[in-house]
């Protein structure tokens, strides 16, 4: 219900040439608007006080604010971390499934020293304004800059936990939830086994769900307090009344499919600039590749759904004379951090040598990264054809050719070549007709199919041909040539005056996190220096998965387990746990 009023409210507004924005022109529409339910989020961060050359983790949780459920509506979050100074570290956009999403970034050693503000949001959430995103404090300290000076910080609104409550604390120092934990014991030796036992503590309800897990050293060094997931959902949210959007004012709206691009073709000619058809490409091994259309006013929008490797995007028009047009790509909004208030960070001589201590194990696991990666999960690309019927051409395994135009006359069957361009064969000859293939080289449209009849066919891999007719976009095509070259050598073809390109700020790829064992190898030389003992992101706690396990490292001290996420009937769990590690 929810897909069918925004649907229907974004048909009948008007589109506002900013990003992603349209304009409520009158009261109908303003009640489909209000008829939307909002969004919330929660973000669970490993730690809220780092060091340069650590990682910051964070888990994404989306909800409705109207049902208290994840949500199904956004299917894109920012992330930004902000100092304060309003000056951006970093800014990520993060695919969210089912209101779920995560990410990472390594903390730079350009980092200044100071507090910074992490705000994670989506599109639809900026309606609302600055003060509905989701805020947290964090600390950085850049152990190799020396400008700072004591007097820069004050030493309120920090916090740390004493080793002595730790000690003598229960195994649950602090559980909300009908999902409680279990240690196998409380004190361990380096590089020992850790089990962890999740228990529903309500015999009515199930601790089934989705959570992230967080294990990871206590020291002195003084961090914000972190928002737990339970307290975070119990404050009332208001929305201010110069939030409440009236009639004749722009929205935002929200990324329903996927990740949204906007962009605007422009004319300085008297040309008609409604309903051209413009060739969006991402080039790369997983590439994504569509035909947009403008509205009257030369505004298009691309959905992107598909995961890509690309980081830059090549748009071309179809059918029209280039040099007459112009196109650009709308930039994600600014947004006002003036109002943003930042936690002071307490430094003084005492804090030296622990922070000298965490920098030392932060540079020899740096230093041992290679033996430790996390790893990339392939992307699933979603294909254009059916494999099935696509004939593929390796040419290592034909007689090679000088240029592509002699391997498509002599090795490649049902392609030929016109004076308008390359020709692909359908199955029934009988409705072959002038429509042309589509023509991809690594992911890039080419629609002068002259530009590659010369090209050297040494860089060619392969050459694949389907033959069926189908539709991309708005545009019929007859078939399709896929060209594939050995090292992505593309560069000539991006080169095309033709083409307009542009940046992306792509989604963050989702990662596999190393997991240290030492139940699999009877020795290991390699030093362990890991603050951060566990980061699950995507903990799913089953009637058949009940428990999970991990290895201390070479440093002793006091661990914090931090888990945060919702059961299957989406009541919120927040536990912190602690144990610690003894030579």
């Known amino acids: 219900m929810n897909r069918i009023l925004i649907i229907s409210l974004l048909f009948s507004l008007t589109f506002h040439w900013s990003y992603a924005q349209v304009t409520i022109q009158n009261e109908e529409q303003l009640y489909r608007y209000n008829a939307i339910p ?7 961060v490993n730690t809220s006080m780092f060091l340069t050359g650590e990682y910051l983790y964070y888990k994404i949780y989306c909800l409705n604010s109207s049902s208290s459920y994840l949500s199904n509506l956004s299917k894109i979050a920012y992330v930004t971390l902000i100092s304060d100074k309003g000056e951006q570290l970093f800014k990520q956009k993060i695919k969210l499934k089912n209101g779920l999403g995560n990410g990472d970034f390594f903390i730079p050693v350009s980092a200044q020293t100071g507090s910074y503000k992490l705000l994670v949001y989506t599109n639809w959430m900026m309606n609302k304004g600055i003060d509905h995103f989701f805020q947290e404090d964090i600390h950085i300290i850049n152990p190799y800059q020396t400008t700072k000076t004591q007097d820069q910080f004050s030493v309120k609104d920090a916090t740390t936990i004493p080793s002595s409550q730790i000690k003598n604390t229960s195994n649950n120092l602090n559980a909300h939830g009908p999902l409680t934990l279990v240690l196998n014991d409380q004190t361990f030796k380096t590089r020992s086994k850790v089990t962890i036992a999740f228990k529903s503590t309500d015999k009515l309800s199930l601790a089934n769900g989705d959570y992230s897990i967080s294990v990871r050293k206590r020291d002195q060094l003084p961090e914000p307090s972190k928002q737990s997931i339970a307290s975070h959902f119990q404050k009332s949210g208001k929305v201010k009344k110069e939030d409440i959007p009236t009639k004749n ?6 990324e329903l499919r996927g990740e949204l691009i906007t962009g605007n073709v422009s004319t300085t000619t008297n040309n008609n600039i409604k309903d ?16 947009a259309k403008t509205d009257a006013q030369g505004n298009f929008f691309l959905n992107i759904e598909n995961d890509y490797e690309g980081d830059r995007i090549f748009l071309e028009i179809l059918d029209k004379p280039y040099k007459d047009y112009n196109i650009t790509l709308k930039e994600l909004p600014s947004l006002n951090y003036s109002k943003l208030k930042f936690k002071r960070l307490e430094l003084d001589a005492t804090l030296t040598n622990e922070i000298v201590q ?13 033996y430790k990666p996390d790893s990339t999960i392939s992307i699933v690309s979603k294909q254009l054809f059916d494999t099935k019927k696509v004939q593929s051409y390796k040419l290592d395994d034909f007689t ?19 004076r308008d361009g390359v020709r692909v064969q359908g199955y029934n000859f009988g409705t072959n007709s002038g429509i042309l293939p589509l023509v991809i ?7 002068d199919h002259a530009s590659i009849l010369d090209y050297n066919a040494s860089n060619i891999l392969a050459i694949n041909v389907y033959r069926d007719r189908f539709i991309l976009g708005t545009k019929l095509y007859q078939g399709a040539l896929l060209l594939h070259t050995k ?18 700020l792509r989604p963050q790829l989702s990662k596999n996190y190393f997991t240290q064992r ?24 089953t009637e058949k998965k009940t428990t999970i396990d991990f290895f201390t490292s070479d440093i002793t001290g006091d661990f914090e387990i931090c888990i945060e996420g919702f059961t299957s009937e989406q009541k919120p769990v927040s536990i912190r746990s602690y144990f610690s590690v003894k030579n």
């Open 400 to 418: 090679r050719f000088k240029t592509v135009r002699e391997t498509i006359f002599e090795i490649v069957k049902d392609v030929s070549i016109s």
């Open 276 to 291: 051209l058809k413009i060739a969006a490409s991402i080039p790369g091994e997983n590439y994504y590749i569509t035909i």
């Open 358 to 370: 965490r920098s030392i194990h932060n540079q020899i696991e740096n230093a041992y990264f290679k």
């Open 518 to 541: 030492y139940d699999t190898i009877t020795t290991s030389r390699i030093p362990d220096d890991r603050m951060q003992l566990v980061w699950i992101p995507n903990l799913k706690v």
């Open 441 to 447: 080289i690594d992911g890039l449209q080419i629609t």
């Open 38 to 44: 909002q969004e919330r989020i929660f973000t669970h």
């Open 249 to 254: 004012t722009s929205i935002y709206i929200p």
């Open 487 to 504: 090292n992505n050598t593309i560069e000539t073809f991006q080169n095309n005056t033709s083409l307009f390109s542009f940046n992306l």
